[in-house]
């Protein structure tokens, strides 16, 4: 996995909701843990764009209700900061869907995606309506 240029501030916790941004069958996602996760002893892990959490489909498609899925964040409202000075945030905070192999579930993805997620999975890049 590379890293960013970016500085990026993670601000999403365990236990923040945020809207799936595929066509999966998903609509709502509760982050419960971020993978790979290292720091002090009791702390919550905060992710951020481009980070990949263990998440619960609060609402949505009967398929996956109720299921621990892999999702990778993709737009967050807190700013972040470009390597050239610029500053970017959206309006809301969202994911997408992926597989064990970080290949998307789903076929396209509503609205944009963060420049930072594509630089890290070339593969997301391919269902992205819109690139920021």
């Given at each position: 996995?590379?890293?960013?240029?970016?500085?990026?501030?993670?601000?999403?916790?365990?236990?923040s909701?945020?809207?799936?941004?595929?066509?999966?069958?998903?609509?709502?996602?509760?982050?419960?843990?971020?993978?790979?996760?290292?720091?002090r002893?009791?702390r919550?892990?905060?992710?951020?764009i481009?980070?990949?959490?263990?998440?619960?489909?609060?609402?949505?498609?009967?398929?996956?209700?109720r299921?621990?899925?892999?999702?990778?964040?993709?737009?967050?409202?807190?700013?972040?900061?470009?390597?050239?000075?610029l500053?970017?945030?959206?309006?809301?905070?969202?994911?997408?869907?992926?597989?064990?192999?970080?290949?998307?579930v789903?076929?396209?993805?509503?609205?944009?995606?963060?420049?930072?997620?594509?630089d890290?999975?070339?593969?997301?890049?391919?269902?992205?309506s819109?690139?920021?």
């Amino acid at each position: 996995m590379r890293g960013l240029a970016s500085s990026i501030s993670k601000t999403l916790i365990p236990g923040s909701v945020i809207t799936c941004a595929d066509n999966s069958g998903a609509k709502t996602l509760m982050i419960l843990n971020k993978t790979g996760r290292a720091g002090r002893k009791g702390r919550l892990a905060a992710s951020g764009i481009g980070d990949i959490v263990i998440a619960t489909v609060k609402s949505g498609n009967p398929q996956y209700r109720r299921k621990k899925v892999r999702v990778v964040i993709i737009r967050q409202r807190q700013p972040i900061r470009r390597a050239d000075g610029l500053r970017v945030r959206f309006e809301d905070n969202a994911g997408i869907l992926i597989t064990d192999a970080n290949l998307p579930v789903g076929t396209e993805v509503k609205g944009a995606m963060a420049r930072e997620v594509v630089d890290r999975y070339v593969k997301l890049a391919g269902i992205a309506s819109r690139i920021m």
